[in-house]
C-alpha cells in the first residue's frame, strides 16, 4: 500500500494469492502493477522486480512454513503435557468429545498402557466431566465423569452432582428421591455399573432400579430395607459387553486377550511383538477394527488401523485388495491380515494381503469403527 499504491482490497488479494501457494493463479497477475505502482513512487525497477520475486518466493514456501511452525509448537505442547501430565491430558481430551482422530476407548487405552490409573463411573465420586483423583500412593488418577454414560443428559449428571451428600448417596431409593431421575436414567446409570457403589454389581443393580418407588407428598421417603436378591455376578465377557454399549470403552482387560486362544490358532502375531521382526517378512495380525481411512489423493489406497490387547497395527490396503476383500473390508469389526511386514525407521505398517472378518468370535461385542474420507 505504500510502496506501490495497493487500495485496501488490492493487497488482500495479494495477500489471497500468496496464501493460495500457486493452487488458484498464482501471484503473476500483480507483478506489473507492484512494478508500476512503485515506479511511479520512485523507485528503480530493477528494485520494485526484486521485491516481487521475494514476495513470489514467499508464496512459494512461506504459507506452508508458517503452518508448519504453528502445528509444530502445538504438537510440542501437546507432547509435553502427554509426557508430564498423562492424565490430565487424557481427561481434556475425553472432556472435549466428540472430536479428532481418537475414540473415548482408544484413549483410555493409550493412558492405561501409559501407567495412568483409570477409575470407573460412579454416582457417588465422579462429576459429570472427567476429573482428577490423587490415588494412595500420590500418583495423580483419572476418574471417569458421567458424560461417557449413553443415554444419559447432561443435565441429569449435573442434578446428580449438585444433590449428592457430602457422604455420598447411600442407596438407589435414597438417590431418586434426591435428584428426580427417571427409569430411563436410572437404567442408564446401572447399565454403565454406575451404581454399583449403591447397588453392587449391574445384575443388582438393574434388580434395585426396578424396585425404587417415587416419593409422594404423603410419603417423602419410601426408604426401606428389602433383602438383596442372589443374582449371579456377571462375567469378565459380560461386564466387557455392557462397557462397551454403554460406555464405548472398558476397564476390564481388553476384548481380545480373551480370545487370544482362539487368534493363537491363525498364529496371529500382537502389536507389541513386531518391532522385534524384520522388515519384508510375511506375517498374521488381528485387531479390532478402530479406524478407517481413504484420502481422496491415495489414489484408493485404504488405511486401517487395528487394536489388540497390546497396542495398535497399521495396515495399508491397496485398492486391488480391497476390491477382492471389499465385504471384510466394509463390515468386519474384528479383522484378521495376512501380509509382509513394512519398516522404516521406527514406523510399522502391515501390507495387507488379504482380509478376513472374525467379527464371529466378538459375539454381542459392539465395536465401531471411526471412518475417515
Request: net charge neutral.
Amino acid at each position: 500500500m505504500v510502496a506501490a499504491g495497493f487500495t485496501t482490497g488490492g493487497s488482500y488479494q495479494l495477500r489471497r494469492a500468496m496464501a493460495a501457494w500457486k493452487r488458484k493463479g498464482g501471484l503473476g497477475p500483480f507483478e506489473d502493477k507492484l512494478v508500476e505502482g512503485m515506479r511511479e513512487r520512485g523507485y528503480e525497477e530493477e528494485f520494485a522486480r526484486q521485491i516481487f520475486r521475494q514476495i513470489e518466493g514467499f508464496g512459494e514456501y512461506g504459507f506452508p512454513e508458517s503452518h508448519s511452525a504453528s502445528f509444530a509448537l502445538l504438537v510440542y505442547v501437546s507432547s509435553w503435557l502427554k509426557c508430564h501430565t498423562p492424565a490430565a491430558f487424557t481427561a481434556a481430551l475425553l472432556n472435549s468429545q466428540p472430536m479428532g482422530f481418537y475414540s473415548a476407548s482408544q484413549l483410555i487405552q493409550d493412558a492405561r498402557r501409559h501407567d495412568v490409573e483409570v477409575r470407573k463411573v460412579d454416582v457417588n465420586t465422579s462429576d459429570w466431566d472427567c476429573t482428577l483423583e490423587t490415588s494412595d500412593s500420590g500418583a495423580v488418577a483419572l476418574r471417569l465423569g458421567m458424560r461417557q454414560i449413553k443415554g444419559l443428559s447432561e443435565e441429569a449428571g449435573v442434578r446428580i452432582v449438585a444433590a449428592r451428600p457430602e457422604y455420598g448417596y447411600t442407596s438407589t431409593q435414597a438417590l431418586v428421591e434426591a435428584t428426580a431421575l427417571d427409569r430411563r436414567e436410572l437404567g442408564a446409570l446401572a447399565t454403565a455399573g454406575a451404581l454399583e457403589s449403591l447397588a453392587g454389581h449391574r445384575h443388582q443393580a438393574r434388580w434395585a432400579v426396578a424396585g425404587v418407588e417415587e416419593p409422594t407428598p404423603l410419603f417423602q421417603s419410601m426408604d426401606r430395607y428389602e433383602a438383596a436378591p442372589l443374582l449371579k455376578k456377571p462375567t469378565e465377557g459380560q461386564n466387557i459387553v455392557a462397557d462397551y454399549k454403554s460406555l464405548g470403552l472398558t476397564l476390564e482387560r481388553h476384548p481380545l486377550h480373551l480370545l487370544r486362544h482362539r487368534l493363537d490358532r491363525y498364529y496371529y502375531r500382537q502389536a507389541a511383538g513386531l518391532p522385534e521382526l524384520a522388515s519384508g517378512v510375511s506375517i498374521n495380525v488381528a485387531g479390532l477394527v478402530i479406524t478407517k481411512q481413504r484420502p481422496g489423493t491415495a489414489s484408493g489406497v485404504t488405511f486401517v488401523t487395528l487394536e489388540d490387547e497390546t497396542g495398535h497395527i497399521n495396515l495399508i490396503v491397496w485398492k486391488q485388495v480391497a476390491e477382492e476383500y471389499r465385504s471384510a473390508l466394509l463390515n468386519a469389526r474384528l479383522m484378521g491380515i495376512r501380509g509382509e511386514l513394512q519398516k522404516e525407521g521406527e514406523v510399522i505398517h502391515v501390507i495387507a494381503r488379504q482380509l478376513i472378518d472374525h467379527s464371529e468370535m466378538l459375539g454381542n461385542l459392539l465395536v465401531t469403527s471411526r471412518d475417515f474420507r
